[in-house]
């Protein structure tokens, strides 16, 4: 849901088998905000998938039955915001649960900044203040940090919090999405030609961040088959 | 210090009189603390931080004697504060409607009920409307999911609260179910009604809408009763002065509709 930009959008539903796939969007991250199930529906249209939203704030409108419409998708995709809240809300309703069942299941789970934290075991959050620490549902064993620009506050603490005893994680670059199959990540896929994911270590007191081979989305008559392995000898080892 | 929280069964932030009257009224509370340029603080979680609401707060506050502001828990961050102090700076917190289970459920996500609870007790005015009038009591009725339920508040006040108490019928029913199976007491209020607390006992109804009523709720030998309570009546000021052009907008609009023009 970049704007101007639907690569991203025209890969992940690329991994829907199905012919008219069905998307439900979840917006809790922004509270729902009407702004944003706009652009999910502009982003995600009728003629090449079948969406919907679920809205946690208004549930006079919308499907009655949680789980089994979320269990019925073929794709949930999460929308960006606060992930504290996100997470806050999802519980009081028992979305968490619902949604390891519906990845359990085969459901894609998807999402981005807030909705790509939310799926890890700890994530690096930004929000009032200075970036914190916190643990997310823990479908993916690993740390997770978006917005991964050189020079943001992220960066810096998430480094601080690997040396600190964070688990060892991935990051995205604004434009990066980390593709996992299972608890494996299978390859990192990007809408800007510039845009990476870095595999996040420490050893002793050092973080090591390797940068992982990306593939560009945009160019035509590109396989999007970066194998890990190879991806990560082109690694380079941060300061 | 003395511990206020202003309870409010519902209204907006409209220019209608009961909705001015209410807005007088915070106004006033927030002054008795903070003096003449009171800070108020709206807190429009509940809503998920809808913009209409936080424009129409700043529309009912911003030209009145007062430093309006608002805290957001899902926009993220290119106005980032620090919320414990920025909420213990205010004279008045205000707590929007919505969704209790979701405002609960996100304040616990980000800590704010122990900073509430402490702005509480140093003498900061709580207050709020729908939702942000029952997440201060023990229980109220929400419709977080769609029908009328039960839900935990913060217990900072004893006892539960009904809102929209005869607006709702729906949602009256189901609190006088609950409080016969065992709910604690209450209140019910309407639209335009509140209570005033000032310590934990005692409240006084206030109204500001004519027949908007307040009532207590209480189970007796198996029976509940609503007793209604002596309402004081808040006068809505007088509207602010009409610009000029809308004046004369209205001025050709009301020539227009005597002409017959607008049929």
């Known amino acids: ?235 380079l080892p941060a300061a | 210090m003395v511990r206020r929280i202003l309870t409010l069964g519902g209204h907006d932030f409209t220019s209608r009189p009961p909705d001015r009257a209410v807005c007088e009224f915070l106004l006033r509370l927030a002054s008795e603390h903070g003096g003449a340029r009171p800070r108020i603080c709206i807190l429009p979680t509940a809503s998920g931080d809808t913009s209409d609401l936080i424009a129409s707060f700043y529309q009912a506050f911003g030209n009145r004697p007062c430093e309006p502001s608002d805290v957001s828990l899902f926009r993220l961050g290119r106005r980032p504060m620090a919320l414990r102090d920025h909420l213990l700076s205010q004279d008045l917190i205000y707590v929007g409607g919505g969704s209790m289970v979701n405002l609960l459920a996100v304040w616990e996500a980000h800590d704010i009920a122990g900073i509430l609870s402490l702005a509480w007790h140093r003498g900061i005015v709580l207050a709020g409307q729908s939702a942000g009038a029952m997440c201060w009591f023990e229980a109220g009725i929400t419709k977080s999911s769609g029908k009328p339920l039960a839900a935990a508040g913060l217990g900072l006040l004893r006892g539960s609260l009904c809102v929209h108490y005869n607006n709702e019928p729906e949602r009256r029913a189901a609190y006088l179910e609950a409080v016969g199976d065992g709910m604690p007491d209450g209140y019910g209020l309407d639209d335009h009604a509140g209570l005033l607390w000032e310590g934990e006992d005692s409240p006084s109804a206030v109204t500001a809408r004519r027949g908007a009523r307040a009532y207590r709720v209480s189970k007796r030998e198996g029976e509940v009763v609503e007793s209604p309570l002596p309402v004081r009546f808040l006068p809505a000021p007088a509207p602010a002065a009409l610009r000029e052009d809308i004046a004369e907008f209205r001025r050709i609009k009301t020539m227009r509709r005597h002409a017959g023009w607008l049929g």
């Open chain 1, 1 to 235: 849901m970049e704007s101007g930009n639907p690569l991203l959008d025209d890969y992940v539903l690329g991994l829907c088998t199905a012919e008219r796939p069905r998307v439900c969007f979840l917006p809790q991250a922004s509270g729902d905000a009407d702004h944003y199930i706009v652009r999910f529906y502009r982003a995600f249209a009728a003629t090449r998938c079948e969406a919907s939203h679920i809205s946690l704030f208004r549930r006079e409108q919308g499907p009655d039955d949680l789980r089994r419409h979320l269990l019925s998708q073929d794709l949930i995709y999460v929308g960006g915001g606060s992930v504290v809240s996100l997470l806050g809300v999802w519980k009081a309703h028992g979305i968490d649960a619902i949604l390891r069942e519906a990845w359990e299941a085969g459901v894609i789970l998807c999402g981005l900044s807030a909705g790509s934290l939310c799926w890890f075991a700890e994530a690096v959050s930004g929000f009032h203040g200075a970036p914190k620490r916190l643990e997310g549902l823990g479908l993916l064993p690993f740390s997770n940090c978006v917005h991964y620009e050189r020079k943001s506050d992220r960066r810096e603490s998430y480094h601080r919090f690997l040396r600190e005893g964070m688990r060892p994680g991935y990051a995205a670059e604004d434009g990066a999405a980390l593709h996992f199959v299972g608890q494996e990540l299978s390859r990192v896929v990007a809408s800007r030609p510039e845009a990476r994911g870095y595999r996040l270590d420490v050893s002793g007191q050092r973080v090591v961040e390797m940068r992982i081979a990306t593939t560009y989305l945009g160019e035509r008559g590109v396989v999007p088959e970066a194998a890990l392995p190879e991806a990560l000898s082109t690694a």
